[in-house]
């Protein structure tokens, strides 16, 4: 009896002394958390870019229609200094109009006589193909106008993130658009004849 107390206190001595002994928790506990923590920090990081690139493609879709209504034609060339300067408002995201994740649009709608929004004239800043003009899209019923136009742009851009743990490796889809009205005449030609047409083409 005496040698298994002798003995159990050998053993008890040590493991007295390692329960007592913290050294080594803070330790411990930095390499738990650490990993969580720079989860957390991607996270923020890529979500708070995800919200200023989302920001700046509502930009981008105003500053395209509002520029093409301040004008009473344009030509495919203005159109492509409209891509270029809106795309300025994507930077550093994007940094040309030809980006593979970046495509635009600035569309011309004529509202009917059965309040029927119907394409005037398309352009894609990627060159694909845009509707074709009488085609019928929607629109918001504020906008219903009968005889009158509108300028419709649209912007779509895929974010990728820069590390990939958190968000989508393959990107996340950011698009919005906006609707202004002509400002300088009832519509704004496209590629017109010198002098321009007195009345406006209705498709």
């Not at 034609?73 to 203005?78: I, L, M």
């Not at 809106?86 to 509202?111: F, R």
């Not at 309040?115 to 193909?129: H, L, P």
């Not at 918001?140 to 993130?161: D, E, G, R």
Request: charged share 15%; aromatic share 10%.
């Amino acid at each position: 009896m005496k040698r298994k107390t002798k003995a159990w206190r050998r053993i008890q001595r040590p493991l007295a002394r390692l329960m007592r002994d913290r050294s080594g928790v803070a330790a411990t506990e930095f390499a738990m958390i650490v990993p969580i923590m720079l989860v957390l920090f991607f996270g923020v990081v890529e979500f708070t870019n995800g919200i200023a690139a989302y920001r700046d493609v509502t930009l981008m879709a105003h500053t395209n229609s509002d520029l093409t209504s301040q004008s009473k034609s344009v030509q495919d060339s203005d159109l492509t200094n409209f891509f270029s300067a809106s795309t300025g408002v994507l930077y550093p995201y994007a940094t040309s109009p030809t980006d593979p994740h970046l495509k635009m649009s600035i569309v011309e709608l004529w509202v009917d006589t059965s309040r029927q929004a119907r394409v005037q004239w398309a352009v894609n800043s990627d060159g694909s193909a845009a509707p074709t003009p009488g085609t019928v899209v929607n629109i918001p019923t504020s906008l219903h106008v009968h005889n009158t136009y509108v300028i419709y742009s649209s912007v779509m851009y895929t974010y990728v993130p820069t590390i990939g743990y958190v968000m989508n490796r393959a990107g996340v889809v950011l698009s919005d658009f906006a609707y202004t009205r002509p400002r300088l005449s009832q519509c704004v030609f496209y590629n017109p004849p010198n002098p321009l047409p007195t009345t406006c083409p209705q498709a």
